[in-house]
């Protein structure tokens, strides 16, 4: 199966600008995640989506990130604007479904690497 | 919300000897745990998971363990080789509050040496 593509793989920009990346998970896949990844740590939630839905947000700053997902497939992720702080590696995931008591594995993207500049 | 402990940080052994990464986790709901492997510049990939209602898990050399009393949860690889190195990761889903959430541990950087 195709796997999660993720767009662009790198982008370096400036502070104060804004940048958006795209995402294209597993067909099929109801739950769409984005993961924000410092080097050195373990990726951390920013925002999941079950279908067109937000499930959590709560640890995506909301003054200067937002993301969609309006037909419940694809998704895109912005920042605006960006600080030097959220140079990172953002990464796309999706699975089957998610739940209390339903969980399916994570499949990852290949990330798109954010230098700010 | 879900916290997740990883230890070590660093773990550095001989080709062919054992290696044992321990996590913890606070949520007592959390019920699936897996384990991602993380080679430079790429993406997380799944080894192997394990959910609550079972005890441990062997997949060729790779096994995971669960204490769910103790709520911690251990990586074993065995006869480690060179193509072992790189980070891994554990993760914790939320319970039935977290809404399936995942929640990812600190990473720990596996370097085995031929």
């Known amino acids: 199966e195709a796997g999660v593509a993720q767009s662009p793989r790198y982008k370096i920009i400036e502070k104060r600008q804004s940048v958006a990346f795209w995402c294209n998970p597993i067909s099929g896949h109801a739950t769409l995640y984005w993961y924000q990844q410092i080097l050195g740590q373990g990726p951390k939630l920013l925002i999941q989506?079950?279908?067109?839905?937000?499930?959590?947000d709560s640890q995506l700053p909301k003054d200067r990130f937002s993301a969609e997902r309006l037909k419940g497939v694809d998704s895109t992720l912005k920042i605006q604007p960006a600080k030097l702080e959220d140079s990172a590696v953002y990464l796309c995931?999706?699975?089957?479904?998610?739940?209390?008591?339903?969980?399916?594995?994570?499949?990852f993207g290949n990330g798109t690497r954010l230098t700010v500049t | 919300g879900e916290n997740v402990e990883q230890h070590p940080s660093t773990l550095s052994v001989q080709e062919g000897d054992s290696a044992v990464i321990k996590c913890t986790y606070s949520d007592s709901a959390s019920n699936y745990f897996p384990w991602y492997k993380q080679e430079l510049g790429k993406r997380p990939q799944l080894i192997i998971d394990i959910r609550s209602n079972v005890g441990e898990k062997k997949d060729q050399r790779i096994a995971v363990t669960l204490n769910k009393t103790a709520k911690h949860f251990s990586l074993h690889i065995t006869e480690t080789q060179p193509e072992d190195s790189a980070v891994y990761f554990c993760a914790a889903v939320g319970g039935y509050n977290q809404g399936g959430k995942l929640i990812f541990g600190q990473g720990t950087e596996l370097s085995v040496k031929p």
């Open positions: 995931a999706s699975s089957l479904a998610s739940g209390a008591g339903f969980n399916s594995p994570l499949h």
């Open positions: 989506f079950q279908n067109n839905g937000v499930v959590d």
